[in-house]
C-alpha cells in the first residue's frame, strides 16, 4: 500500500514538472523574435503610453490595452501589402540620398541606378514618424487631402478711397495788382463752366496801360500820313507792343478791339474760368485788394477721378502697373466699375505697412464723390505651384509641419516652407511633392503622439551612454551608516548633509 502511494507521489511530482515545463516553453514561445513575415521583433509596448515596454505580449495593467509588437524596422505593425502592391515615392540614389528622382533611371552625377523608396518602407521615414490603428483614426478623426499641383488666378481685396485727379485741379489768378469789384461765384461747391465769368477787378496798371493803347493808336493815326515813314513803322511798333502787353494780362482779344472801337479803356477787367468744374476753394470777395500770388479760387473736374487702395506690403509683387481691377462703394449698392492701375506709390506706409496703389477711372454721371470708400479686387495670375489645405499645416513660429499619409496606418512628419495663403490653402515652396496626401484632421493629435515617441527615442538612447542606465537609482547602504559620505544619501535617503540630521531632535555639534 505504502509502494503504491509512493509511486501516486513520484507520478505527480513528475505531472507538475512536465506541466511547468510545458507551460513555460508555450509562455516563452509568445516571445518570437521574428513575425510571418520574417521581421525581427524588438519589444512589445502600450500603445496608449509608448513608455511601457514588456519583453512579451499580453495586456498593458495600467490601461488595459493589448501591447502592440516593435519592429527592428521601426514599425509597430506587419506589413501587409505584397511587393508588387507597394506604392513608390520616389527614387533614390543609395550613394547620395539627397538626390531624389520620380522615374528610375541613373544620376547623371553619379552613374548609380536610383532605388524606389516605398511609403511603406520605414528606415526612409522621418524620425517621429507614428503609427495609427484605423480604429484610433476613426475615433481622433483624422482625414486626408491629395497635394495639389498646379497655377489659376486669386483675387487681392484692398480697401480704397475715392481721390481727385491732381491733374484736373485748376487755380484761378490774377497777373495784375488790383482790387475785386464784383465776385458772380461767390460760393464753395458751385460748378461753372469754362468762360463763365467769375468777377471783375480795378486795376490801375490796367486803366494806364489801355490809355497807352488808345495813345498809341491815335499816333499811328497821324503819323499815317507823314512824310516821315520811319515815324509810322514806331507808331505802328508802339501800338503792337501796348497791345501785346494787355493780351499778356489776360485782356482778352474783343476787350481790346472794344478799347480801340469806343475810345474808351475798361475800368473793370471780368475774369473768366479756365476749366469747367466745382469750386473747392474761395478766397474771392467784394472790395479785397488781390495781386498775382493771391489764389482767388480752386477748380476741380470730377468727370474723371482717382481710386487710392492700400495694398499689404506682402501682396505688392502681385500688382503690376496696367492691371485693371474692379471697384464697388457700400454707397452704390449692385454697382460695379472698371479701373486701370497707373502709378505705384514707391514707399511703403511705415504705419499701416501698406503700398498705395493708384487706379484711374472715369466718373459717369459724377457719382463717385472725393473721399468716398471704395472695395478695390485684383485678379492677378498665378504660376503653377503645390498648394494643400491651411489647416493641413502645424506652425511653431520657426519651422512649419505636416503629417504624411505613408500607407499602412503611418504617419510621417516632414518640415516644409510656406508661401502665400490663397483662400483656404497655402503655398508649399518645400518638403512635399505633387500626389502626396496630407492629415487634415486630427493632426495635433498624431503630433503630439510623435513628438512623445520622439521623446521617449530620446530617453531610451541615453541608456548607452556612459554612467546612463534605464533602471532607477538604487540607495547606497554603507557597511557603517554613519560613515555616509557627505551629499551621499544614506539608506533611509537622507545623508549627512550640511544642516540635515538623520535622527530628529539631534542637536548640531
Known amino acids: 500500500?505504502?509502494?503504491?502511494?509512493?509511486?501516486?507521489?513520484?507520478?505527480?511530482?513528475?505531472?507538475?514538472?512536465?506541466?511547468?515545463?510545458?507551460?513555460?516553453?508555450?509562455?516563452?514561445?509568445?516571445?518570437?523574435?521574428?513575425d510571418k513575415g520574417g521581421?525581427?521583433?524588438l519589444y512589445w509596448v502600450d500603445p496608449m503610453h509608448p513608455a511601457y515596454k514588456s519583453d512579451k505580449p499580453g495586456i498593458?495593467?495600467?490601461?488595459?490595452?493589448?501591447?502592440?509588437?516593435?519592429?527592428?524596422?521601426?514599425?509597430?505593425?506587419?506589413?501587409?501589402?505584397?511587393?508588387?502592391?507597394?506604392?513608390v515615392l520616389y527614387y533614390r540614389d543609395p550613394k547620395d540620398p539627397n538626390y531624389k528622382a520620380q522615374q528610375p533611371g541613373?544620376?547623371?552625377?553619379?552613374?548609380?541606378?536610383?532605388?524606389?523608396?516605398?511609403?511603406?518602407?520605414?528606415?526612409?521615414?522621418?524620425?517621429?514618424?507614428?503609427?495609427?490603428?484605423?480604429?484610433?483614426?476613426?475615433?481622433?478623426?483624422?482625414?486626408?487631402?491629395q497635394v495639389e499641383?498646379?497655377?489659376?488666378?486669386?483675387?487681392?481685396?484692398?480697401?480704397?478711397?475715392?481721390?481727385?485727379?491732381?491733374?484736373?485741379?485748376?487755380?484761378?489768378?490774377?497777373?495784375?495788382?488790383?482790387?475785386?469789384?464784383?465776385?458772380?461765384?461767390?460760393?464753395?461747391?458751385k460748378l461753372v463752366q469754362k468762360g463763365q465769368p467769375l468777377l471783375t477787378i480795378y486795376s490801375p496798371d490796367m486803366l494806364a496801360s489801355q490809355r497807352e493803347l488808345l495813345l498809341a493808336a491815335k499816333a499811328k493815326t497821324i503819323m499815317k500820313d507823314s512824310a516821315l515813314p520811319s515815324g509810322f513803322d514806331q507808331s505802328e511798333s508802339l501800338l503792337q507792343a501796348t497791345r501785346r502787353r494787355l493780351e499778356l494780362w489776360d485782356l482778352s482779344e474783343a476787350q481790346i478791339d472794344q478799347v480801340l472801337k469806343t475810345g474808351e479803356p475798361i475800368k473793370n477787367i471780368t475774369l473768366y474760368s479756365p476749366m469747367t468744374g466745382y469750386i473747392t476753394d474761395r478766397k474771392a470777395f467784394q472790395q479785397l485788394k488781390i495781386t498775382p500770388d493771391t489764389d482767388l479760387y480752386t477748380i476741380v473736374d470730377l468727370s474723371h477721378v482717382w481710386i487710392m487702395a492700400d495694398v499689404f506690403e506682402y501682396e505688392a509683387p502681385n500688382i503690376h502697373v496696367g492691371q485693371t481691377a474692379r471697384v464697388?462703394?457700400?454707397?452704390?449698392?449692385?454697382?460695379?466699375?472698371?479701373?486701370?492701375?497707373?502709378?505705384?506709390?514707391?514707399?511703403?506706409?511705415?504705419?499701416?505697412?501698406?503700398?498705395?496703389?493708384?487706379?484711374?477711372?472715369?466718373?459717369?454721371?459724377?457719382?463717385?464723390?472725393?473721399?468716398?470708400?471704395?472695395?478695390?479686387?485684383?485678379?492677378?495670375?498665378l504660376p503653377s505651384k503645390l498648394t494643400v489645405p491651411a489647416e493641413a499645416v502645424l506652425n511653431s513660429g520657426d519651422h512649419q509641419t505636416v503629417f504624411i499619409?505613408?500607407?499602412?496606418?503611418?504617419?510621417?512628419?516632414r518640415q516644409v516652407k510656406t508661401?502665400?495663403?490663397?483662400?483656404?490653402?497655402?503655398?508649399?515652396?518645400?518638403?512635399?511633392?505633387?500626389?502626396?496626401?496630407?492629415?487634415?484632421?486630427?493632426?495635433?493629435?498624431?503630433?503630439?503622439?510623435?513628438?512623445?515617441?520622439?521623446?521617449?527615442?530620446?530617453?531610451?538612447?541615453?541608456?548607452?551612454?556612459?554612467?546612463?542606465?534605464?533602471?532607477?537609482?538604487?540607495?547606497?547602504?554603507?557597511?557603517?551608516?554613519?560613515?555616509?559620505?557627505?551629499?551621499?544619501?544614506?539608506?533611509?535617503?537622507?545623508?549627512?548633509?550640511?544642516?540635515?540630521?538623520?535622527?530628529?531632535?539631534?542637536?548640531?555639534?
Open 1 to 34: 500500500m505504502k509502494a503504491i502511494r509512493l509511486i501516486g507521489l513520484l507520478a505527480a511530482i513528475a505531472a507538475a514538472f512536465t506541466g511547468g515545463y510545458v507551460y513555460k516553453a508555450v509562455k516563452g514561445g509568445a516571445v518570437a523574435s521574428a
Open 39 to 41: 521581421r525581427k521583433i
Open 60 to 87: 498593458a495593467p495600467d490601461c488595459g490595452m493589448k501591447l502592440e509588437p516593435v519592429y527592428a524596422d521601426g514599425g509597430t505593425a506587419p506589413l501587409t501589402a505584397p511587393a508588387a502592391e507597394r506604392k
Open 106 to 145: 541613373l544620376n547623371p552625377e553619379t552613374g548609380s541606378e536610383l532605388e524606389p523608396v516605398y511609403a511603406d518602407d520605414v528606415s526612409a521615414m522621418e524620425a517621429g514618424t507614428v503609427q495609427i490603428t484605423p480604429e484610433k483614426q476613426q475615433l481622433i478623426g483624422v482625414k486626408y487631402e
Open 149 to 189: 499641383f498646379g497655377g489659376g488666378s486669386r483675387t487681392i481685396r484692398a480697401a480704397g478711397k475715392v481721390a481727385i485727379d491732381e491733374t484736373r485741379i485748376g487755380h484761378v489768378h490774377t497777373k495784375v495788382e488790383g482790387w475785386i469789384d464784383q465776385v458772380f461765384v461767390d460760393f464753395t461747391g
Open 328 to 381: 464697388s462703394l457700400d454707397a452704390l449698392p449692385g454697382k460695379a466699375f472698371n479701373a486701370r492701375i497707373d502709378f505705384l506709390q514707391p514707399q511703403v506706409d511705415p504705419m499701416t505697412r501698406t503700398l498705395k496703389v493708384r487706379l484711374n477711372m472715369d466718373n459717369p454721371g459724377l457719382m463717385l464723390k472725393p473721399d468716398m470708400y471704395a472695395d478695390v479686387e485684383f485678379v492677378v495670375s
Open 405 to 413: 499619409d505613408r500607407g499602412n496606418g503611418y504617419f510621417e512628419p
Open 419 to 509: 508661401g502665400e495663403r490663397e483662400g483656404d490653402r497655402i503655398q508649399i515652396l518645400s518638403g512635399l511633392s505633387g500626389g502626396e496626401r496630407v492629415v487634415t484632421s486630427g493632426n495635433f493629435l498624431i503630433d503630439s503622439e510623435s513628438q512623445m515617441k520622439a521623446a521617449a527615442s530620446g530617453m531610451g538612447g541615453m541608456a548607452g551612454m556612459p554612467g546612463m542606465t534605464n533602471e532607477p537609482a538604487k540607495p547606497v547602504t554603507p557597511a557603517n551608516p554613519s560613515k555616509v559620505p557627505p551629499g551621499q544619501p544614506d539608506a533611509k535617503g537622507m545623508g549627512d548633509m550640511p544642516g540635515m540630521t538623520k535622527e530628529p531632535g539631534a542637536k548640531k555639534k
